[in-house]
């Protein structure tokens, strides 16, 4: 659950003088885990790995970057936010086609049947996690 995007949400609910509706957050919207690149911006991460590759991690659909290890600080078991959720659960990197693995059923259960119900929702998510299909 990145903070850009419960920001974005609270302004745009603050914009609509509607700051008093419900909010409900999941951890399945969240952008796609990139691993051990994580943190890393697009330069350190061309450096260290070459152009092409990095290309390959953020372009190719099944192509995962490296995994990150259970120790490392940054894995999200050691963010309180995930503390409910399984290791299992929890990615250690995403490729394209996981992080749709991972939204799609979210969608189809928790949001699709309240669209179709009548009700009106909005998504307040990261491009890579609802963009791509």
Same mark, same amino acid.
């Given at each position: 659950? +990145? /903070?850009?995007?419960?920001?974005?949400? *609270?302004?745009? +609910?603050?914009? +609509?003088?509607q700051a008093w509706l419900p909010v409900e957050k999941s951890w399945k919207l969240n952008e796609r885990h990139?691993?051990?690149l994580q943190g890393l911006n697009k330069a350190e991460t061309a450096? /260290?790995?070459?152009?092409? %590759? !990095? /290309? %390959? *991690?953020r372009r190719g659909f099944a192509v995962t970057p490296p995994e990150l290890t259970k120790d490392d600080e940054r894995y999200p078991?050691?963010?309180p936010r995930?503390?409910? +959720?399984t290791d299992a659960e929890l990615p250690t990197t995403e490729s394209l086609a996981l992080t749709i693995d991972r939204v799609v059923p979210y969608w189809n259960e928790t949001i699709l049947p309240r669209l179709k119900s009548g009700e009106r !929702?909005?998504?307040?998510a990261h491009g890579n996690s609802c963009a791509r299909w």
């Open positions: 659950m +990145l /903070k850009r995007a419960i920001h974005t949400l *609270w302004n745009v +609910l603050d914009e +609509l003088d990139y691993g051990a450096e /260290k790995y070459g152009d092409e %590759q !990095v /290309k %390959q *991690w078991g050691h963010d995930y503390a409910k +959720l !929702v909005i998504i307040a």
